[in-house]
């Protein structure tokens, strides 16, 4: 059962989620930041679904202006959460006390008592509905052909009690990656639904996506 989430932010990635151009994400720019930070929001929102206090660790770059720093760290405050620069690539171990005092803060404050999201002994289509709807913020879900058979498929081999790990892009919280920000009032697509029987997972394929080669 965690205790904590540490959240990874990077002002790079509010900057786009701002509507910044690929040629201005190392430019400093607090109007983006302060129209990407609903992106940030959302991935607090969405920890505490759990029942767990996140805290955001701020990625250091070269190029991140205090300015941006500072607003970032004041709007997670008043969301009731801390955030901390974290300079471990810079300067190692020293360059994250901070943030694992924070950790440490949160955890001791015992206030995170994990609830999942879904049961896992839900159907298939609810579990994955709940994720795209709670998590992602989605307005529905559409499943393909392809995706209802696999469907099908899962229930006649006992498998539609295993976890659900979707598939998407990272690029947004919808299946498209150019919806940046906080998009609403979208759909996502299952295009397909691999199984992990191992693993006991089940894998929703979502949009134009490419997954990674893996071994066997």
């Not at 709670?134 to 559409?142: D, L, T």
């Not at 499943?143 to 498998?159: Q, S």
Request: with cysteine; charged share 25%.
């Amino acid at each position: 059962s965690p205790k904590a989430v540490v959240l990874v932010a990077t002002i790079r990635a509010l900057r786009h989620h701002g509507g910044a151009k690929k040629e201005e994400y190392n430019t400093p720019n607090l109007d983006f930041i302060k129209k990407g930070f609903c992106n940030l929001e959302k991935h607090i929102e969405n920890i505490r679904k759990f029942n767990i206090e996140p805290v955001v660790s701020i990625n250091a770059f070269s190029n991140d202006s205090k300015e941006e720093i500072d607003f970032i760290i004041e709007h997670c405050k008043k969301l009731g959460v801390q955030a901390v620069v974290s300079e471990g690539w810079a300067k190692g171990g020293k360059g994250t006390t901070n943030l694992a005092e924070a950790v440490v803060k949160v955890v001791e404050a015992n206030k995170s008592n994990f609830k999942p999201l879904y049961n896992w002994k839900s159907p298939v289509v609810e579990k994955i509905e709940t994720i795209a709807k709670e998590i992602y913020g989605a307005k529905a879900v559409n499943f393909d052909k392809k995706a209802l058979l696999n469907l099908k498929r899962i229930e006649r081999l006992g498998f539609s009690d295993f976890a659900i790990c979707m598939a998407k892009t990272q690029k947004s919280f919808s299946d498209n990656e150019f919806l940046i920000g906080r998009p609403e009032n979208f759909t996502v697509t299952v295009r397909e639904i691999q199984i992990a029987a191992g693993a006991k997972f089940i894998i929703p394929i979502l949009g134009a996506m490419m997954r990674m080669p893996g071994l066997p």
